[in-house]
C-alpha cells in the first residue's frame, strides 16, 4: 500500500524558514516524479512543485509563486521528499500535501515518464506564517 | 502558464439527478504524438486530501464508481456524475499536467438541493 507522510509543518514568522518532509513507503521510490501541492485555508490547490526521478535527471519545476523561494529535493536512500522554504510570506499559510502518480503493480513501462496524475496524496502538514 | 477555468463555481444538484462540471484550458493540453489529453479530474471531501478520479481526461481512476465519467478534447473538458449520491457533496477540481507548472482549476463545490 502506497503511504505518503508529511511532516515539519507549524508555525513560523514572515521571512523566516521551514523544511518539510515527506515520507514514502509501499513503492520504488526512486522511480517516481515527486510533487508538492498546497492549499490556503478555505482555498483552492495550487501545485507548489516537482521533482523527477534521479535516472530521469532530479529535474525540478516550480509554481510562479515559489520560484526562486521553495526547493524541492529528495532522498532516495531514506526514501524521502523534502521541501524547503524560505523567504516566507504570509500568503504561504497552507497545508502542504506530497503527492505521486504509480504504475499498477509499480511496474514502470519502458520508455514511459511515471505518471503525472496524482493517485496518491498524504494527509498534508500545516504552515502558518505570521505577520 | 497554462490557465483551468472551471465553471460553475458552485453547483447544487437533487439526489439522482445529473450533475455537470466543466474546465476549459488557456490552450490546448492534447498532446498530437500519442493523441491523449493531459487532464485529471479529483474529488476532495472536508478535511481530505484530493482523491484522482479521472486522468487522460477520460480514464475513471480503479474504485471509482462509473457514474462519473470524463469527457472532452484539446481545450474544453466536462466532468458529470450521471445519477447524484449523498456522498458524492465534495468539490471538485481539473488539473493540466501537460506542461509544468501543473495548474488546477479553481474548483466547483457540489451540493445537494
Known amino acids: 500500500e502506497v503511504q505518503l507522510v508529511e511532516s515539519g509543518g507549524g508555525l513560523v514568522k514572515r521571512g523566516g524558514s521551514l523544511r518539510l518532509s515527506c515520507a514514502a513507503s509501499g513503492f520504488t521510490f526512486t522511480n517516481a516524479w515527486m510533487t508538492w501541492v498546497r492549499q490556503a485555508p478555505g482555498k483552492g490547490l495550487e501545485w507548489v512543485g516537482r521533482i523527477k526521478s534521479q535516472n530521469d535527471g532530479e529535474t525540478r519545476d516550480y509554481g510562479a509563486a515559489v520560484k526562486g523561494r521553495f526547493t524541492v529535493s529528495r532522498d532516495d536512500s531514506e526514501n524521502t521528499l523534502y521541501l524547503h522554504m524560505n523567504s516566507l510570506k504570509t500568503e504561504d499559510t497552507a497545508v502542504y500535501y506530497c503527492a505521486t502518480g504509480v504504475y499498477r503493480g509499480d511496474v514502470r513501462p519502458t520508455g514511459l515518464p511515471p505518471p503525472k496524475y496524482l493517485q496518491h496524496w498524504g494527509q498534508g502538514t500545516l504552515v502558518i506564517v505570521s505577520s | 502558464d497554462i490557465v483551468m477555468t472551471q465553471s460553475p463555481d458552485s453547483l447544487a444538484a437533487s439526489l439522482g439527478e445529473r450533475a455537470t462540471i466543466d474546465c476549459k484550458s488557456s490552450q490546448s493540453i492534447l498532446y498530437n504524438s500519442n493523441n491523449k489529453n493531459y487532464l485529471a479530474w479529483y474529488q476532495q471531501k472536508p478535511g481530505q486530501p484530493p482523491k484522482l478520479l479521472i486522468y487522460?481526461?477520460?480514464t475513471r481512476e480503479s474504485g471509482v464508481p462509473n457514474r462519473f465519467t470524463g469527457s472532452g478534447s484539446g481545450t474544453d473538458f466536462t466532468l458529470t456524475i450521471s445519477s447524484l449520491q449523498a456522498e458524492d457533496v465534495a468539490v471538485y477540481y481539473c488539473?493540466?499536467?501537460?506542461?509544468?507548472?501543473?495548474?488546477f482549476g479553481q474548483g466547483t463545490k457540489l451540493e445537494i438541493k
Open positions: 487522460w481526461a477520460s
Open positions: 488539473q493540466q499536467y501537460y506542461r509544468p507548472p501543473h495548474t
